[in-house]
Nanobody
Framework: QVQLVESGGGLVQAGGSLRLSCAAS????????MGWFRQAPGKEREFVAV????????NYAGSVKGRFTISTDNVKNTVYLQMNSLKPEDTAVYYC?????????????????WGQGTQVTVAS
């Protein structure tokens, strides 16, 4: 089993920044991708960003590209999501997820493990 714990959420003014962290513990795998998803009230969960274990492969949703940066620290077994130029529409619960696969995916169903989520609220 893999345990994922997110942190770093909070309340920020529009235009501000937050950095989310996702600490992984438990069993590890050679090939996996780590993703960030978010779910706003009344909306479906959506893909935000994904990164490979090596950090060489990264992809972003169009709505966050250029504003968010995903990174990984394999020594700390932690994945980060640096969020800049935040907008009110970024308000959501952000979830970290891990997928035991050799290719990345934007589909939540492709991910095997999920964290409990952390709330991000952007005030206008």
């Amino acid at each position: 089993q893999v345990q994922l714990v997110e942190s770093g959420g909070g309340l920020v003014q529009a235009g501000g920044s937050l950095r989310l962290s996702c600490a992984a513990s438990g069993r590890t795998f050679n090939d996996y991708f780590m993703g960030w998803f978010r779910q706003a009230p009344g909306k479906e969960r959506e893909f935000v960003a994904v990164i490979s274990r090596s950090g060489l492969i990264r992809n972003y949703a169009g709505s966050v590209k250029g504003r968010f940066t995903i990174s990984t620290d394999n020594v700390k077994n932690t994945v980060y999501l640096q969020m800049n130029s935040l907008k009110p529409e970024d308000t959501a619960v952000y979830y970290c997820a891990a997928a035991r696969r050799s290719s990345w995916s934007v589909e939540g169903a492709a991910y095997d493990y999920w964290g409990q989520g952390t709330q991000v609220t952007v005030a206008s």
